[in-house]
T-cell receptor, first 114, second 109 residues
């Protein structure tokens, strides 16, 4: 089945620790996105990438880092500089051709601080 | 700063009624407009999108766009308890999407 796979589903971070959230897609999509969602709020853009080896900061990039070494993979690292990381993290990609307006989402990773 | 605003609700309607959800956006350069449904603890799922002024219908859902007023709405006819969720409005600017905070809808049996 084609889709976007995020792992883990739940993640706990200790103070001062970096953690990495995985996002893999087998849809052959070029553009991929990371969003953060806090309770009762909409999605805020952290980073996006339109092509391999290139990515751009979104509105709330501070304390986060990404890489795009392969088309299928767009991992997000939450660094120790992010002082309030507790949130629901969503990875997405945009379709191509007839589906070029459709943004597909993974199931999300819920990050909490120990 | 591109902004998308929605009434956070909750909006409560009885089963079988029409639910009306509204969204306004700040930037006239917006080209495409999206409605997503998000159940608690789940990721958003696309209901429909619209990019031309007027109405677009898909089953029980109708999206309405008025670019002059910078306003987009979603009507849900014959509302069902399974429609109870948060509805997110999103506006596309080039390759980026800006999301509103969402409106929580509760359909009462």
């Amino acid at each position: 089945d084609g889709g976007i796979t995020q792992s883990p589903k739940y993640l706990f971070r200790k103070e001062g620790q970096n953690v990495t959230l995985s996002c893999e897609q087998n849809l052959n999509h070029d553009a991929m996105y990371w969003y953060r969602q806090d309770p009762g709020q909409g999605l805020r853009l952290i980073y996006y990438s339109q092509i391999v080896n290139d990515f751009q900061k979104g509105d709330i990039a501070e304390g986060y880092s990404v890489s795009r070494e392969k088309k299928e993979s767009f991992p997000l690292t939450v660094t120790s500089a992010q002082k309030n990381p507790t949130a629901f993290y969503l990875c997405a990609s945009i379709g191509t051709g007839l589906a070029k307006n459709i943004q597909y989402f993974g199931a999300g990773t819920r990050l909490s601080v120990l | 700063q591109k902004e998308v605003e929605q009434n956070s609700g909750p909006l409560s309607v009885p089963e079988g009624a029409i639910a009306s959800l509204n969204c306004t956006y700040s930037d006239r350069g917006s080209q495409s407009f999206f409605w997503y449904r998000q159940y608690s603890g789940k990721s958003p799922e696309l209901i429909m999108f619209i990019y031309s002024n007027g109405d677009k219908e898909d089953g029980r859902f109708t999206a309405q766009l008025n670019k002059a007023s910078q306003y987009v709405s979603l009507l849900i006819r014959d509302s069902q308890p399974s429609d109870s969720a948060t509805y997110l409005c999103a506006v596309r600017y080039g390759q980026n999407f800006v999301f509103g905070p969402g409106t929580r809808l509760s359909v009462l049996p």
